[in-house]
């Protein structure tokens, strides 16, 4: 949607409308993006994955993704714009801030960043110089090594608490949006209730206040590994750009994620 702000996507959350998002790369599919009406797009880390073919998110640089955001910012001029902030560019806090402002110049309104309670100084230290964070919780590919795989999180009630409770700290320290993947239902339910600021959700089931899918997967472009969550919208329809809308449709009627796209 042109001309998306954070307020505005506060706004969505209170009224109970769906924001409905997606991964951009390029200038093409930005430009399309925005004239179906997606409420935002993040220039997402994946891009290793879909973009680089490499088998983790980890060998991608700011410089990469400040390529790819100023792409996504010439192709969508008035879009609401995240950038993800790659692994081991954020370690502190005063390193979080001088690769940020890389994005933020690349033509990010936002920057995104994976982790907990060790992240709350670099949040509190990106907001009060001005850079819009949003937080990502639940399965965090940059950590894949550290979890042992690509696996649902939030099942033990220890662990699930354990998110809530980053969840609101982040919210604390000033993070104005919150990316939720792969939790079951409840959870993602949960948090977005105990949160005034809207959770995106991937994988996280159909109560969060938005949803975000890499793009490719939503095009059903990735043959050999469909996680559970994802649907191919182009299978049901005859070109990208109907393929986009039924997204948004299905994402703001509630009718997309389902639950055999949802984890228990
Ligand atoms: O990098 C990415 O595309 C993401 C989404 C999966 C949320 O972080």
Partial sequence: ????????????????????????????????????????????????????????????????????????????????????????????????????????????????????????????MLVERSVPVCAHLGLMPQSVNLLGGYKIQGRDQAMAANTVRQALAAQQAGAQLLVLECVPTELGELISSKLSIPVIGIGAGVKTDGQILVMHDMFGLNSDYLPKFVKN????????????????????????????????
């Avoid at 998002?21 to 994946?46: E, N, P, R």
């Avoid at 809308?245 to 997309?256: A, H």
Wanted: one cysteine or more; charged letters at 20%.
């Fill in 1 to 124: 949607m042109a001309g998306m702000t954070i307020s505005k996507l506060n706004q969505m959350k209170a009224a109970g409308e769906k924001i409905a998002s997606l991964t951009a790369y390029d200038a093409t599919f930005a430009k399309l993006f925005a004239q179906c009406g997606i409420d935002f797009m993040l220039v997402g880390d994946s891009l290793g994955n879909v973009v680089q073919g490499q088998t983790s998110t980890l060998p991608v640089t700011v410089e990469q993704i400040a390529y790819h955001t100023e792409a996504v910012r010439r192709g969508a001029p008035e879009a609401f714009i995240i950038a993800d902030m790659p692994f081991m560019s954020y370690a502190t806090p005063e390193q979080a801030c001088l690769e940020a402002a890389k994005l933020m110049r690349a033509g990010a309104n936002m920057v995104k960043l994976e982790g907990g309670e060790w992240l709350l100084d670099t949040i509190r």
């Fill in 233 to 264: 919208f182009l299978a049901e329809t005859s070109d990208f750009a109907a393929a986009v809308e039924l997204y948004i449709q299905q994402v703001k009627e509630g009718t997309f994620p389902g639950p055999e796209h949802s984890f228990e």
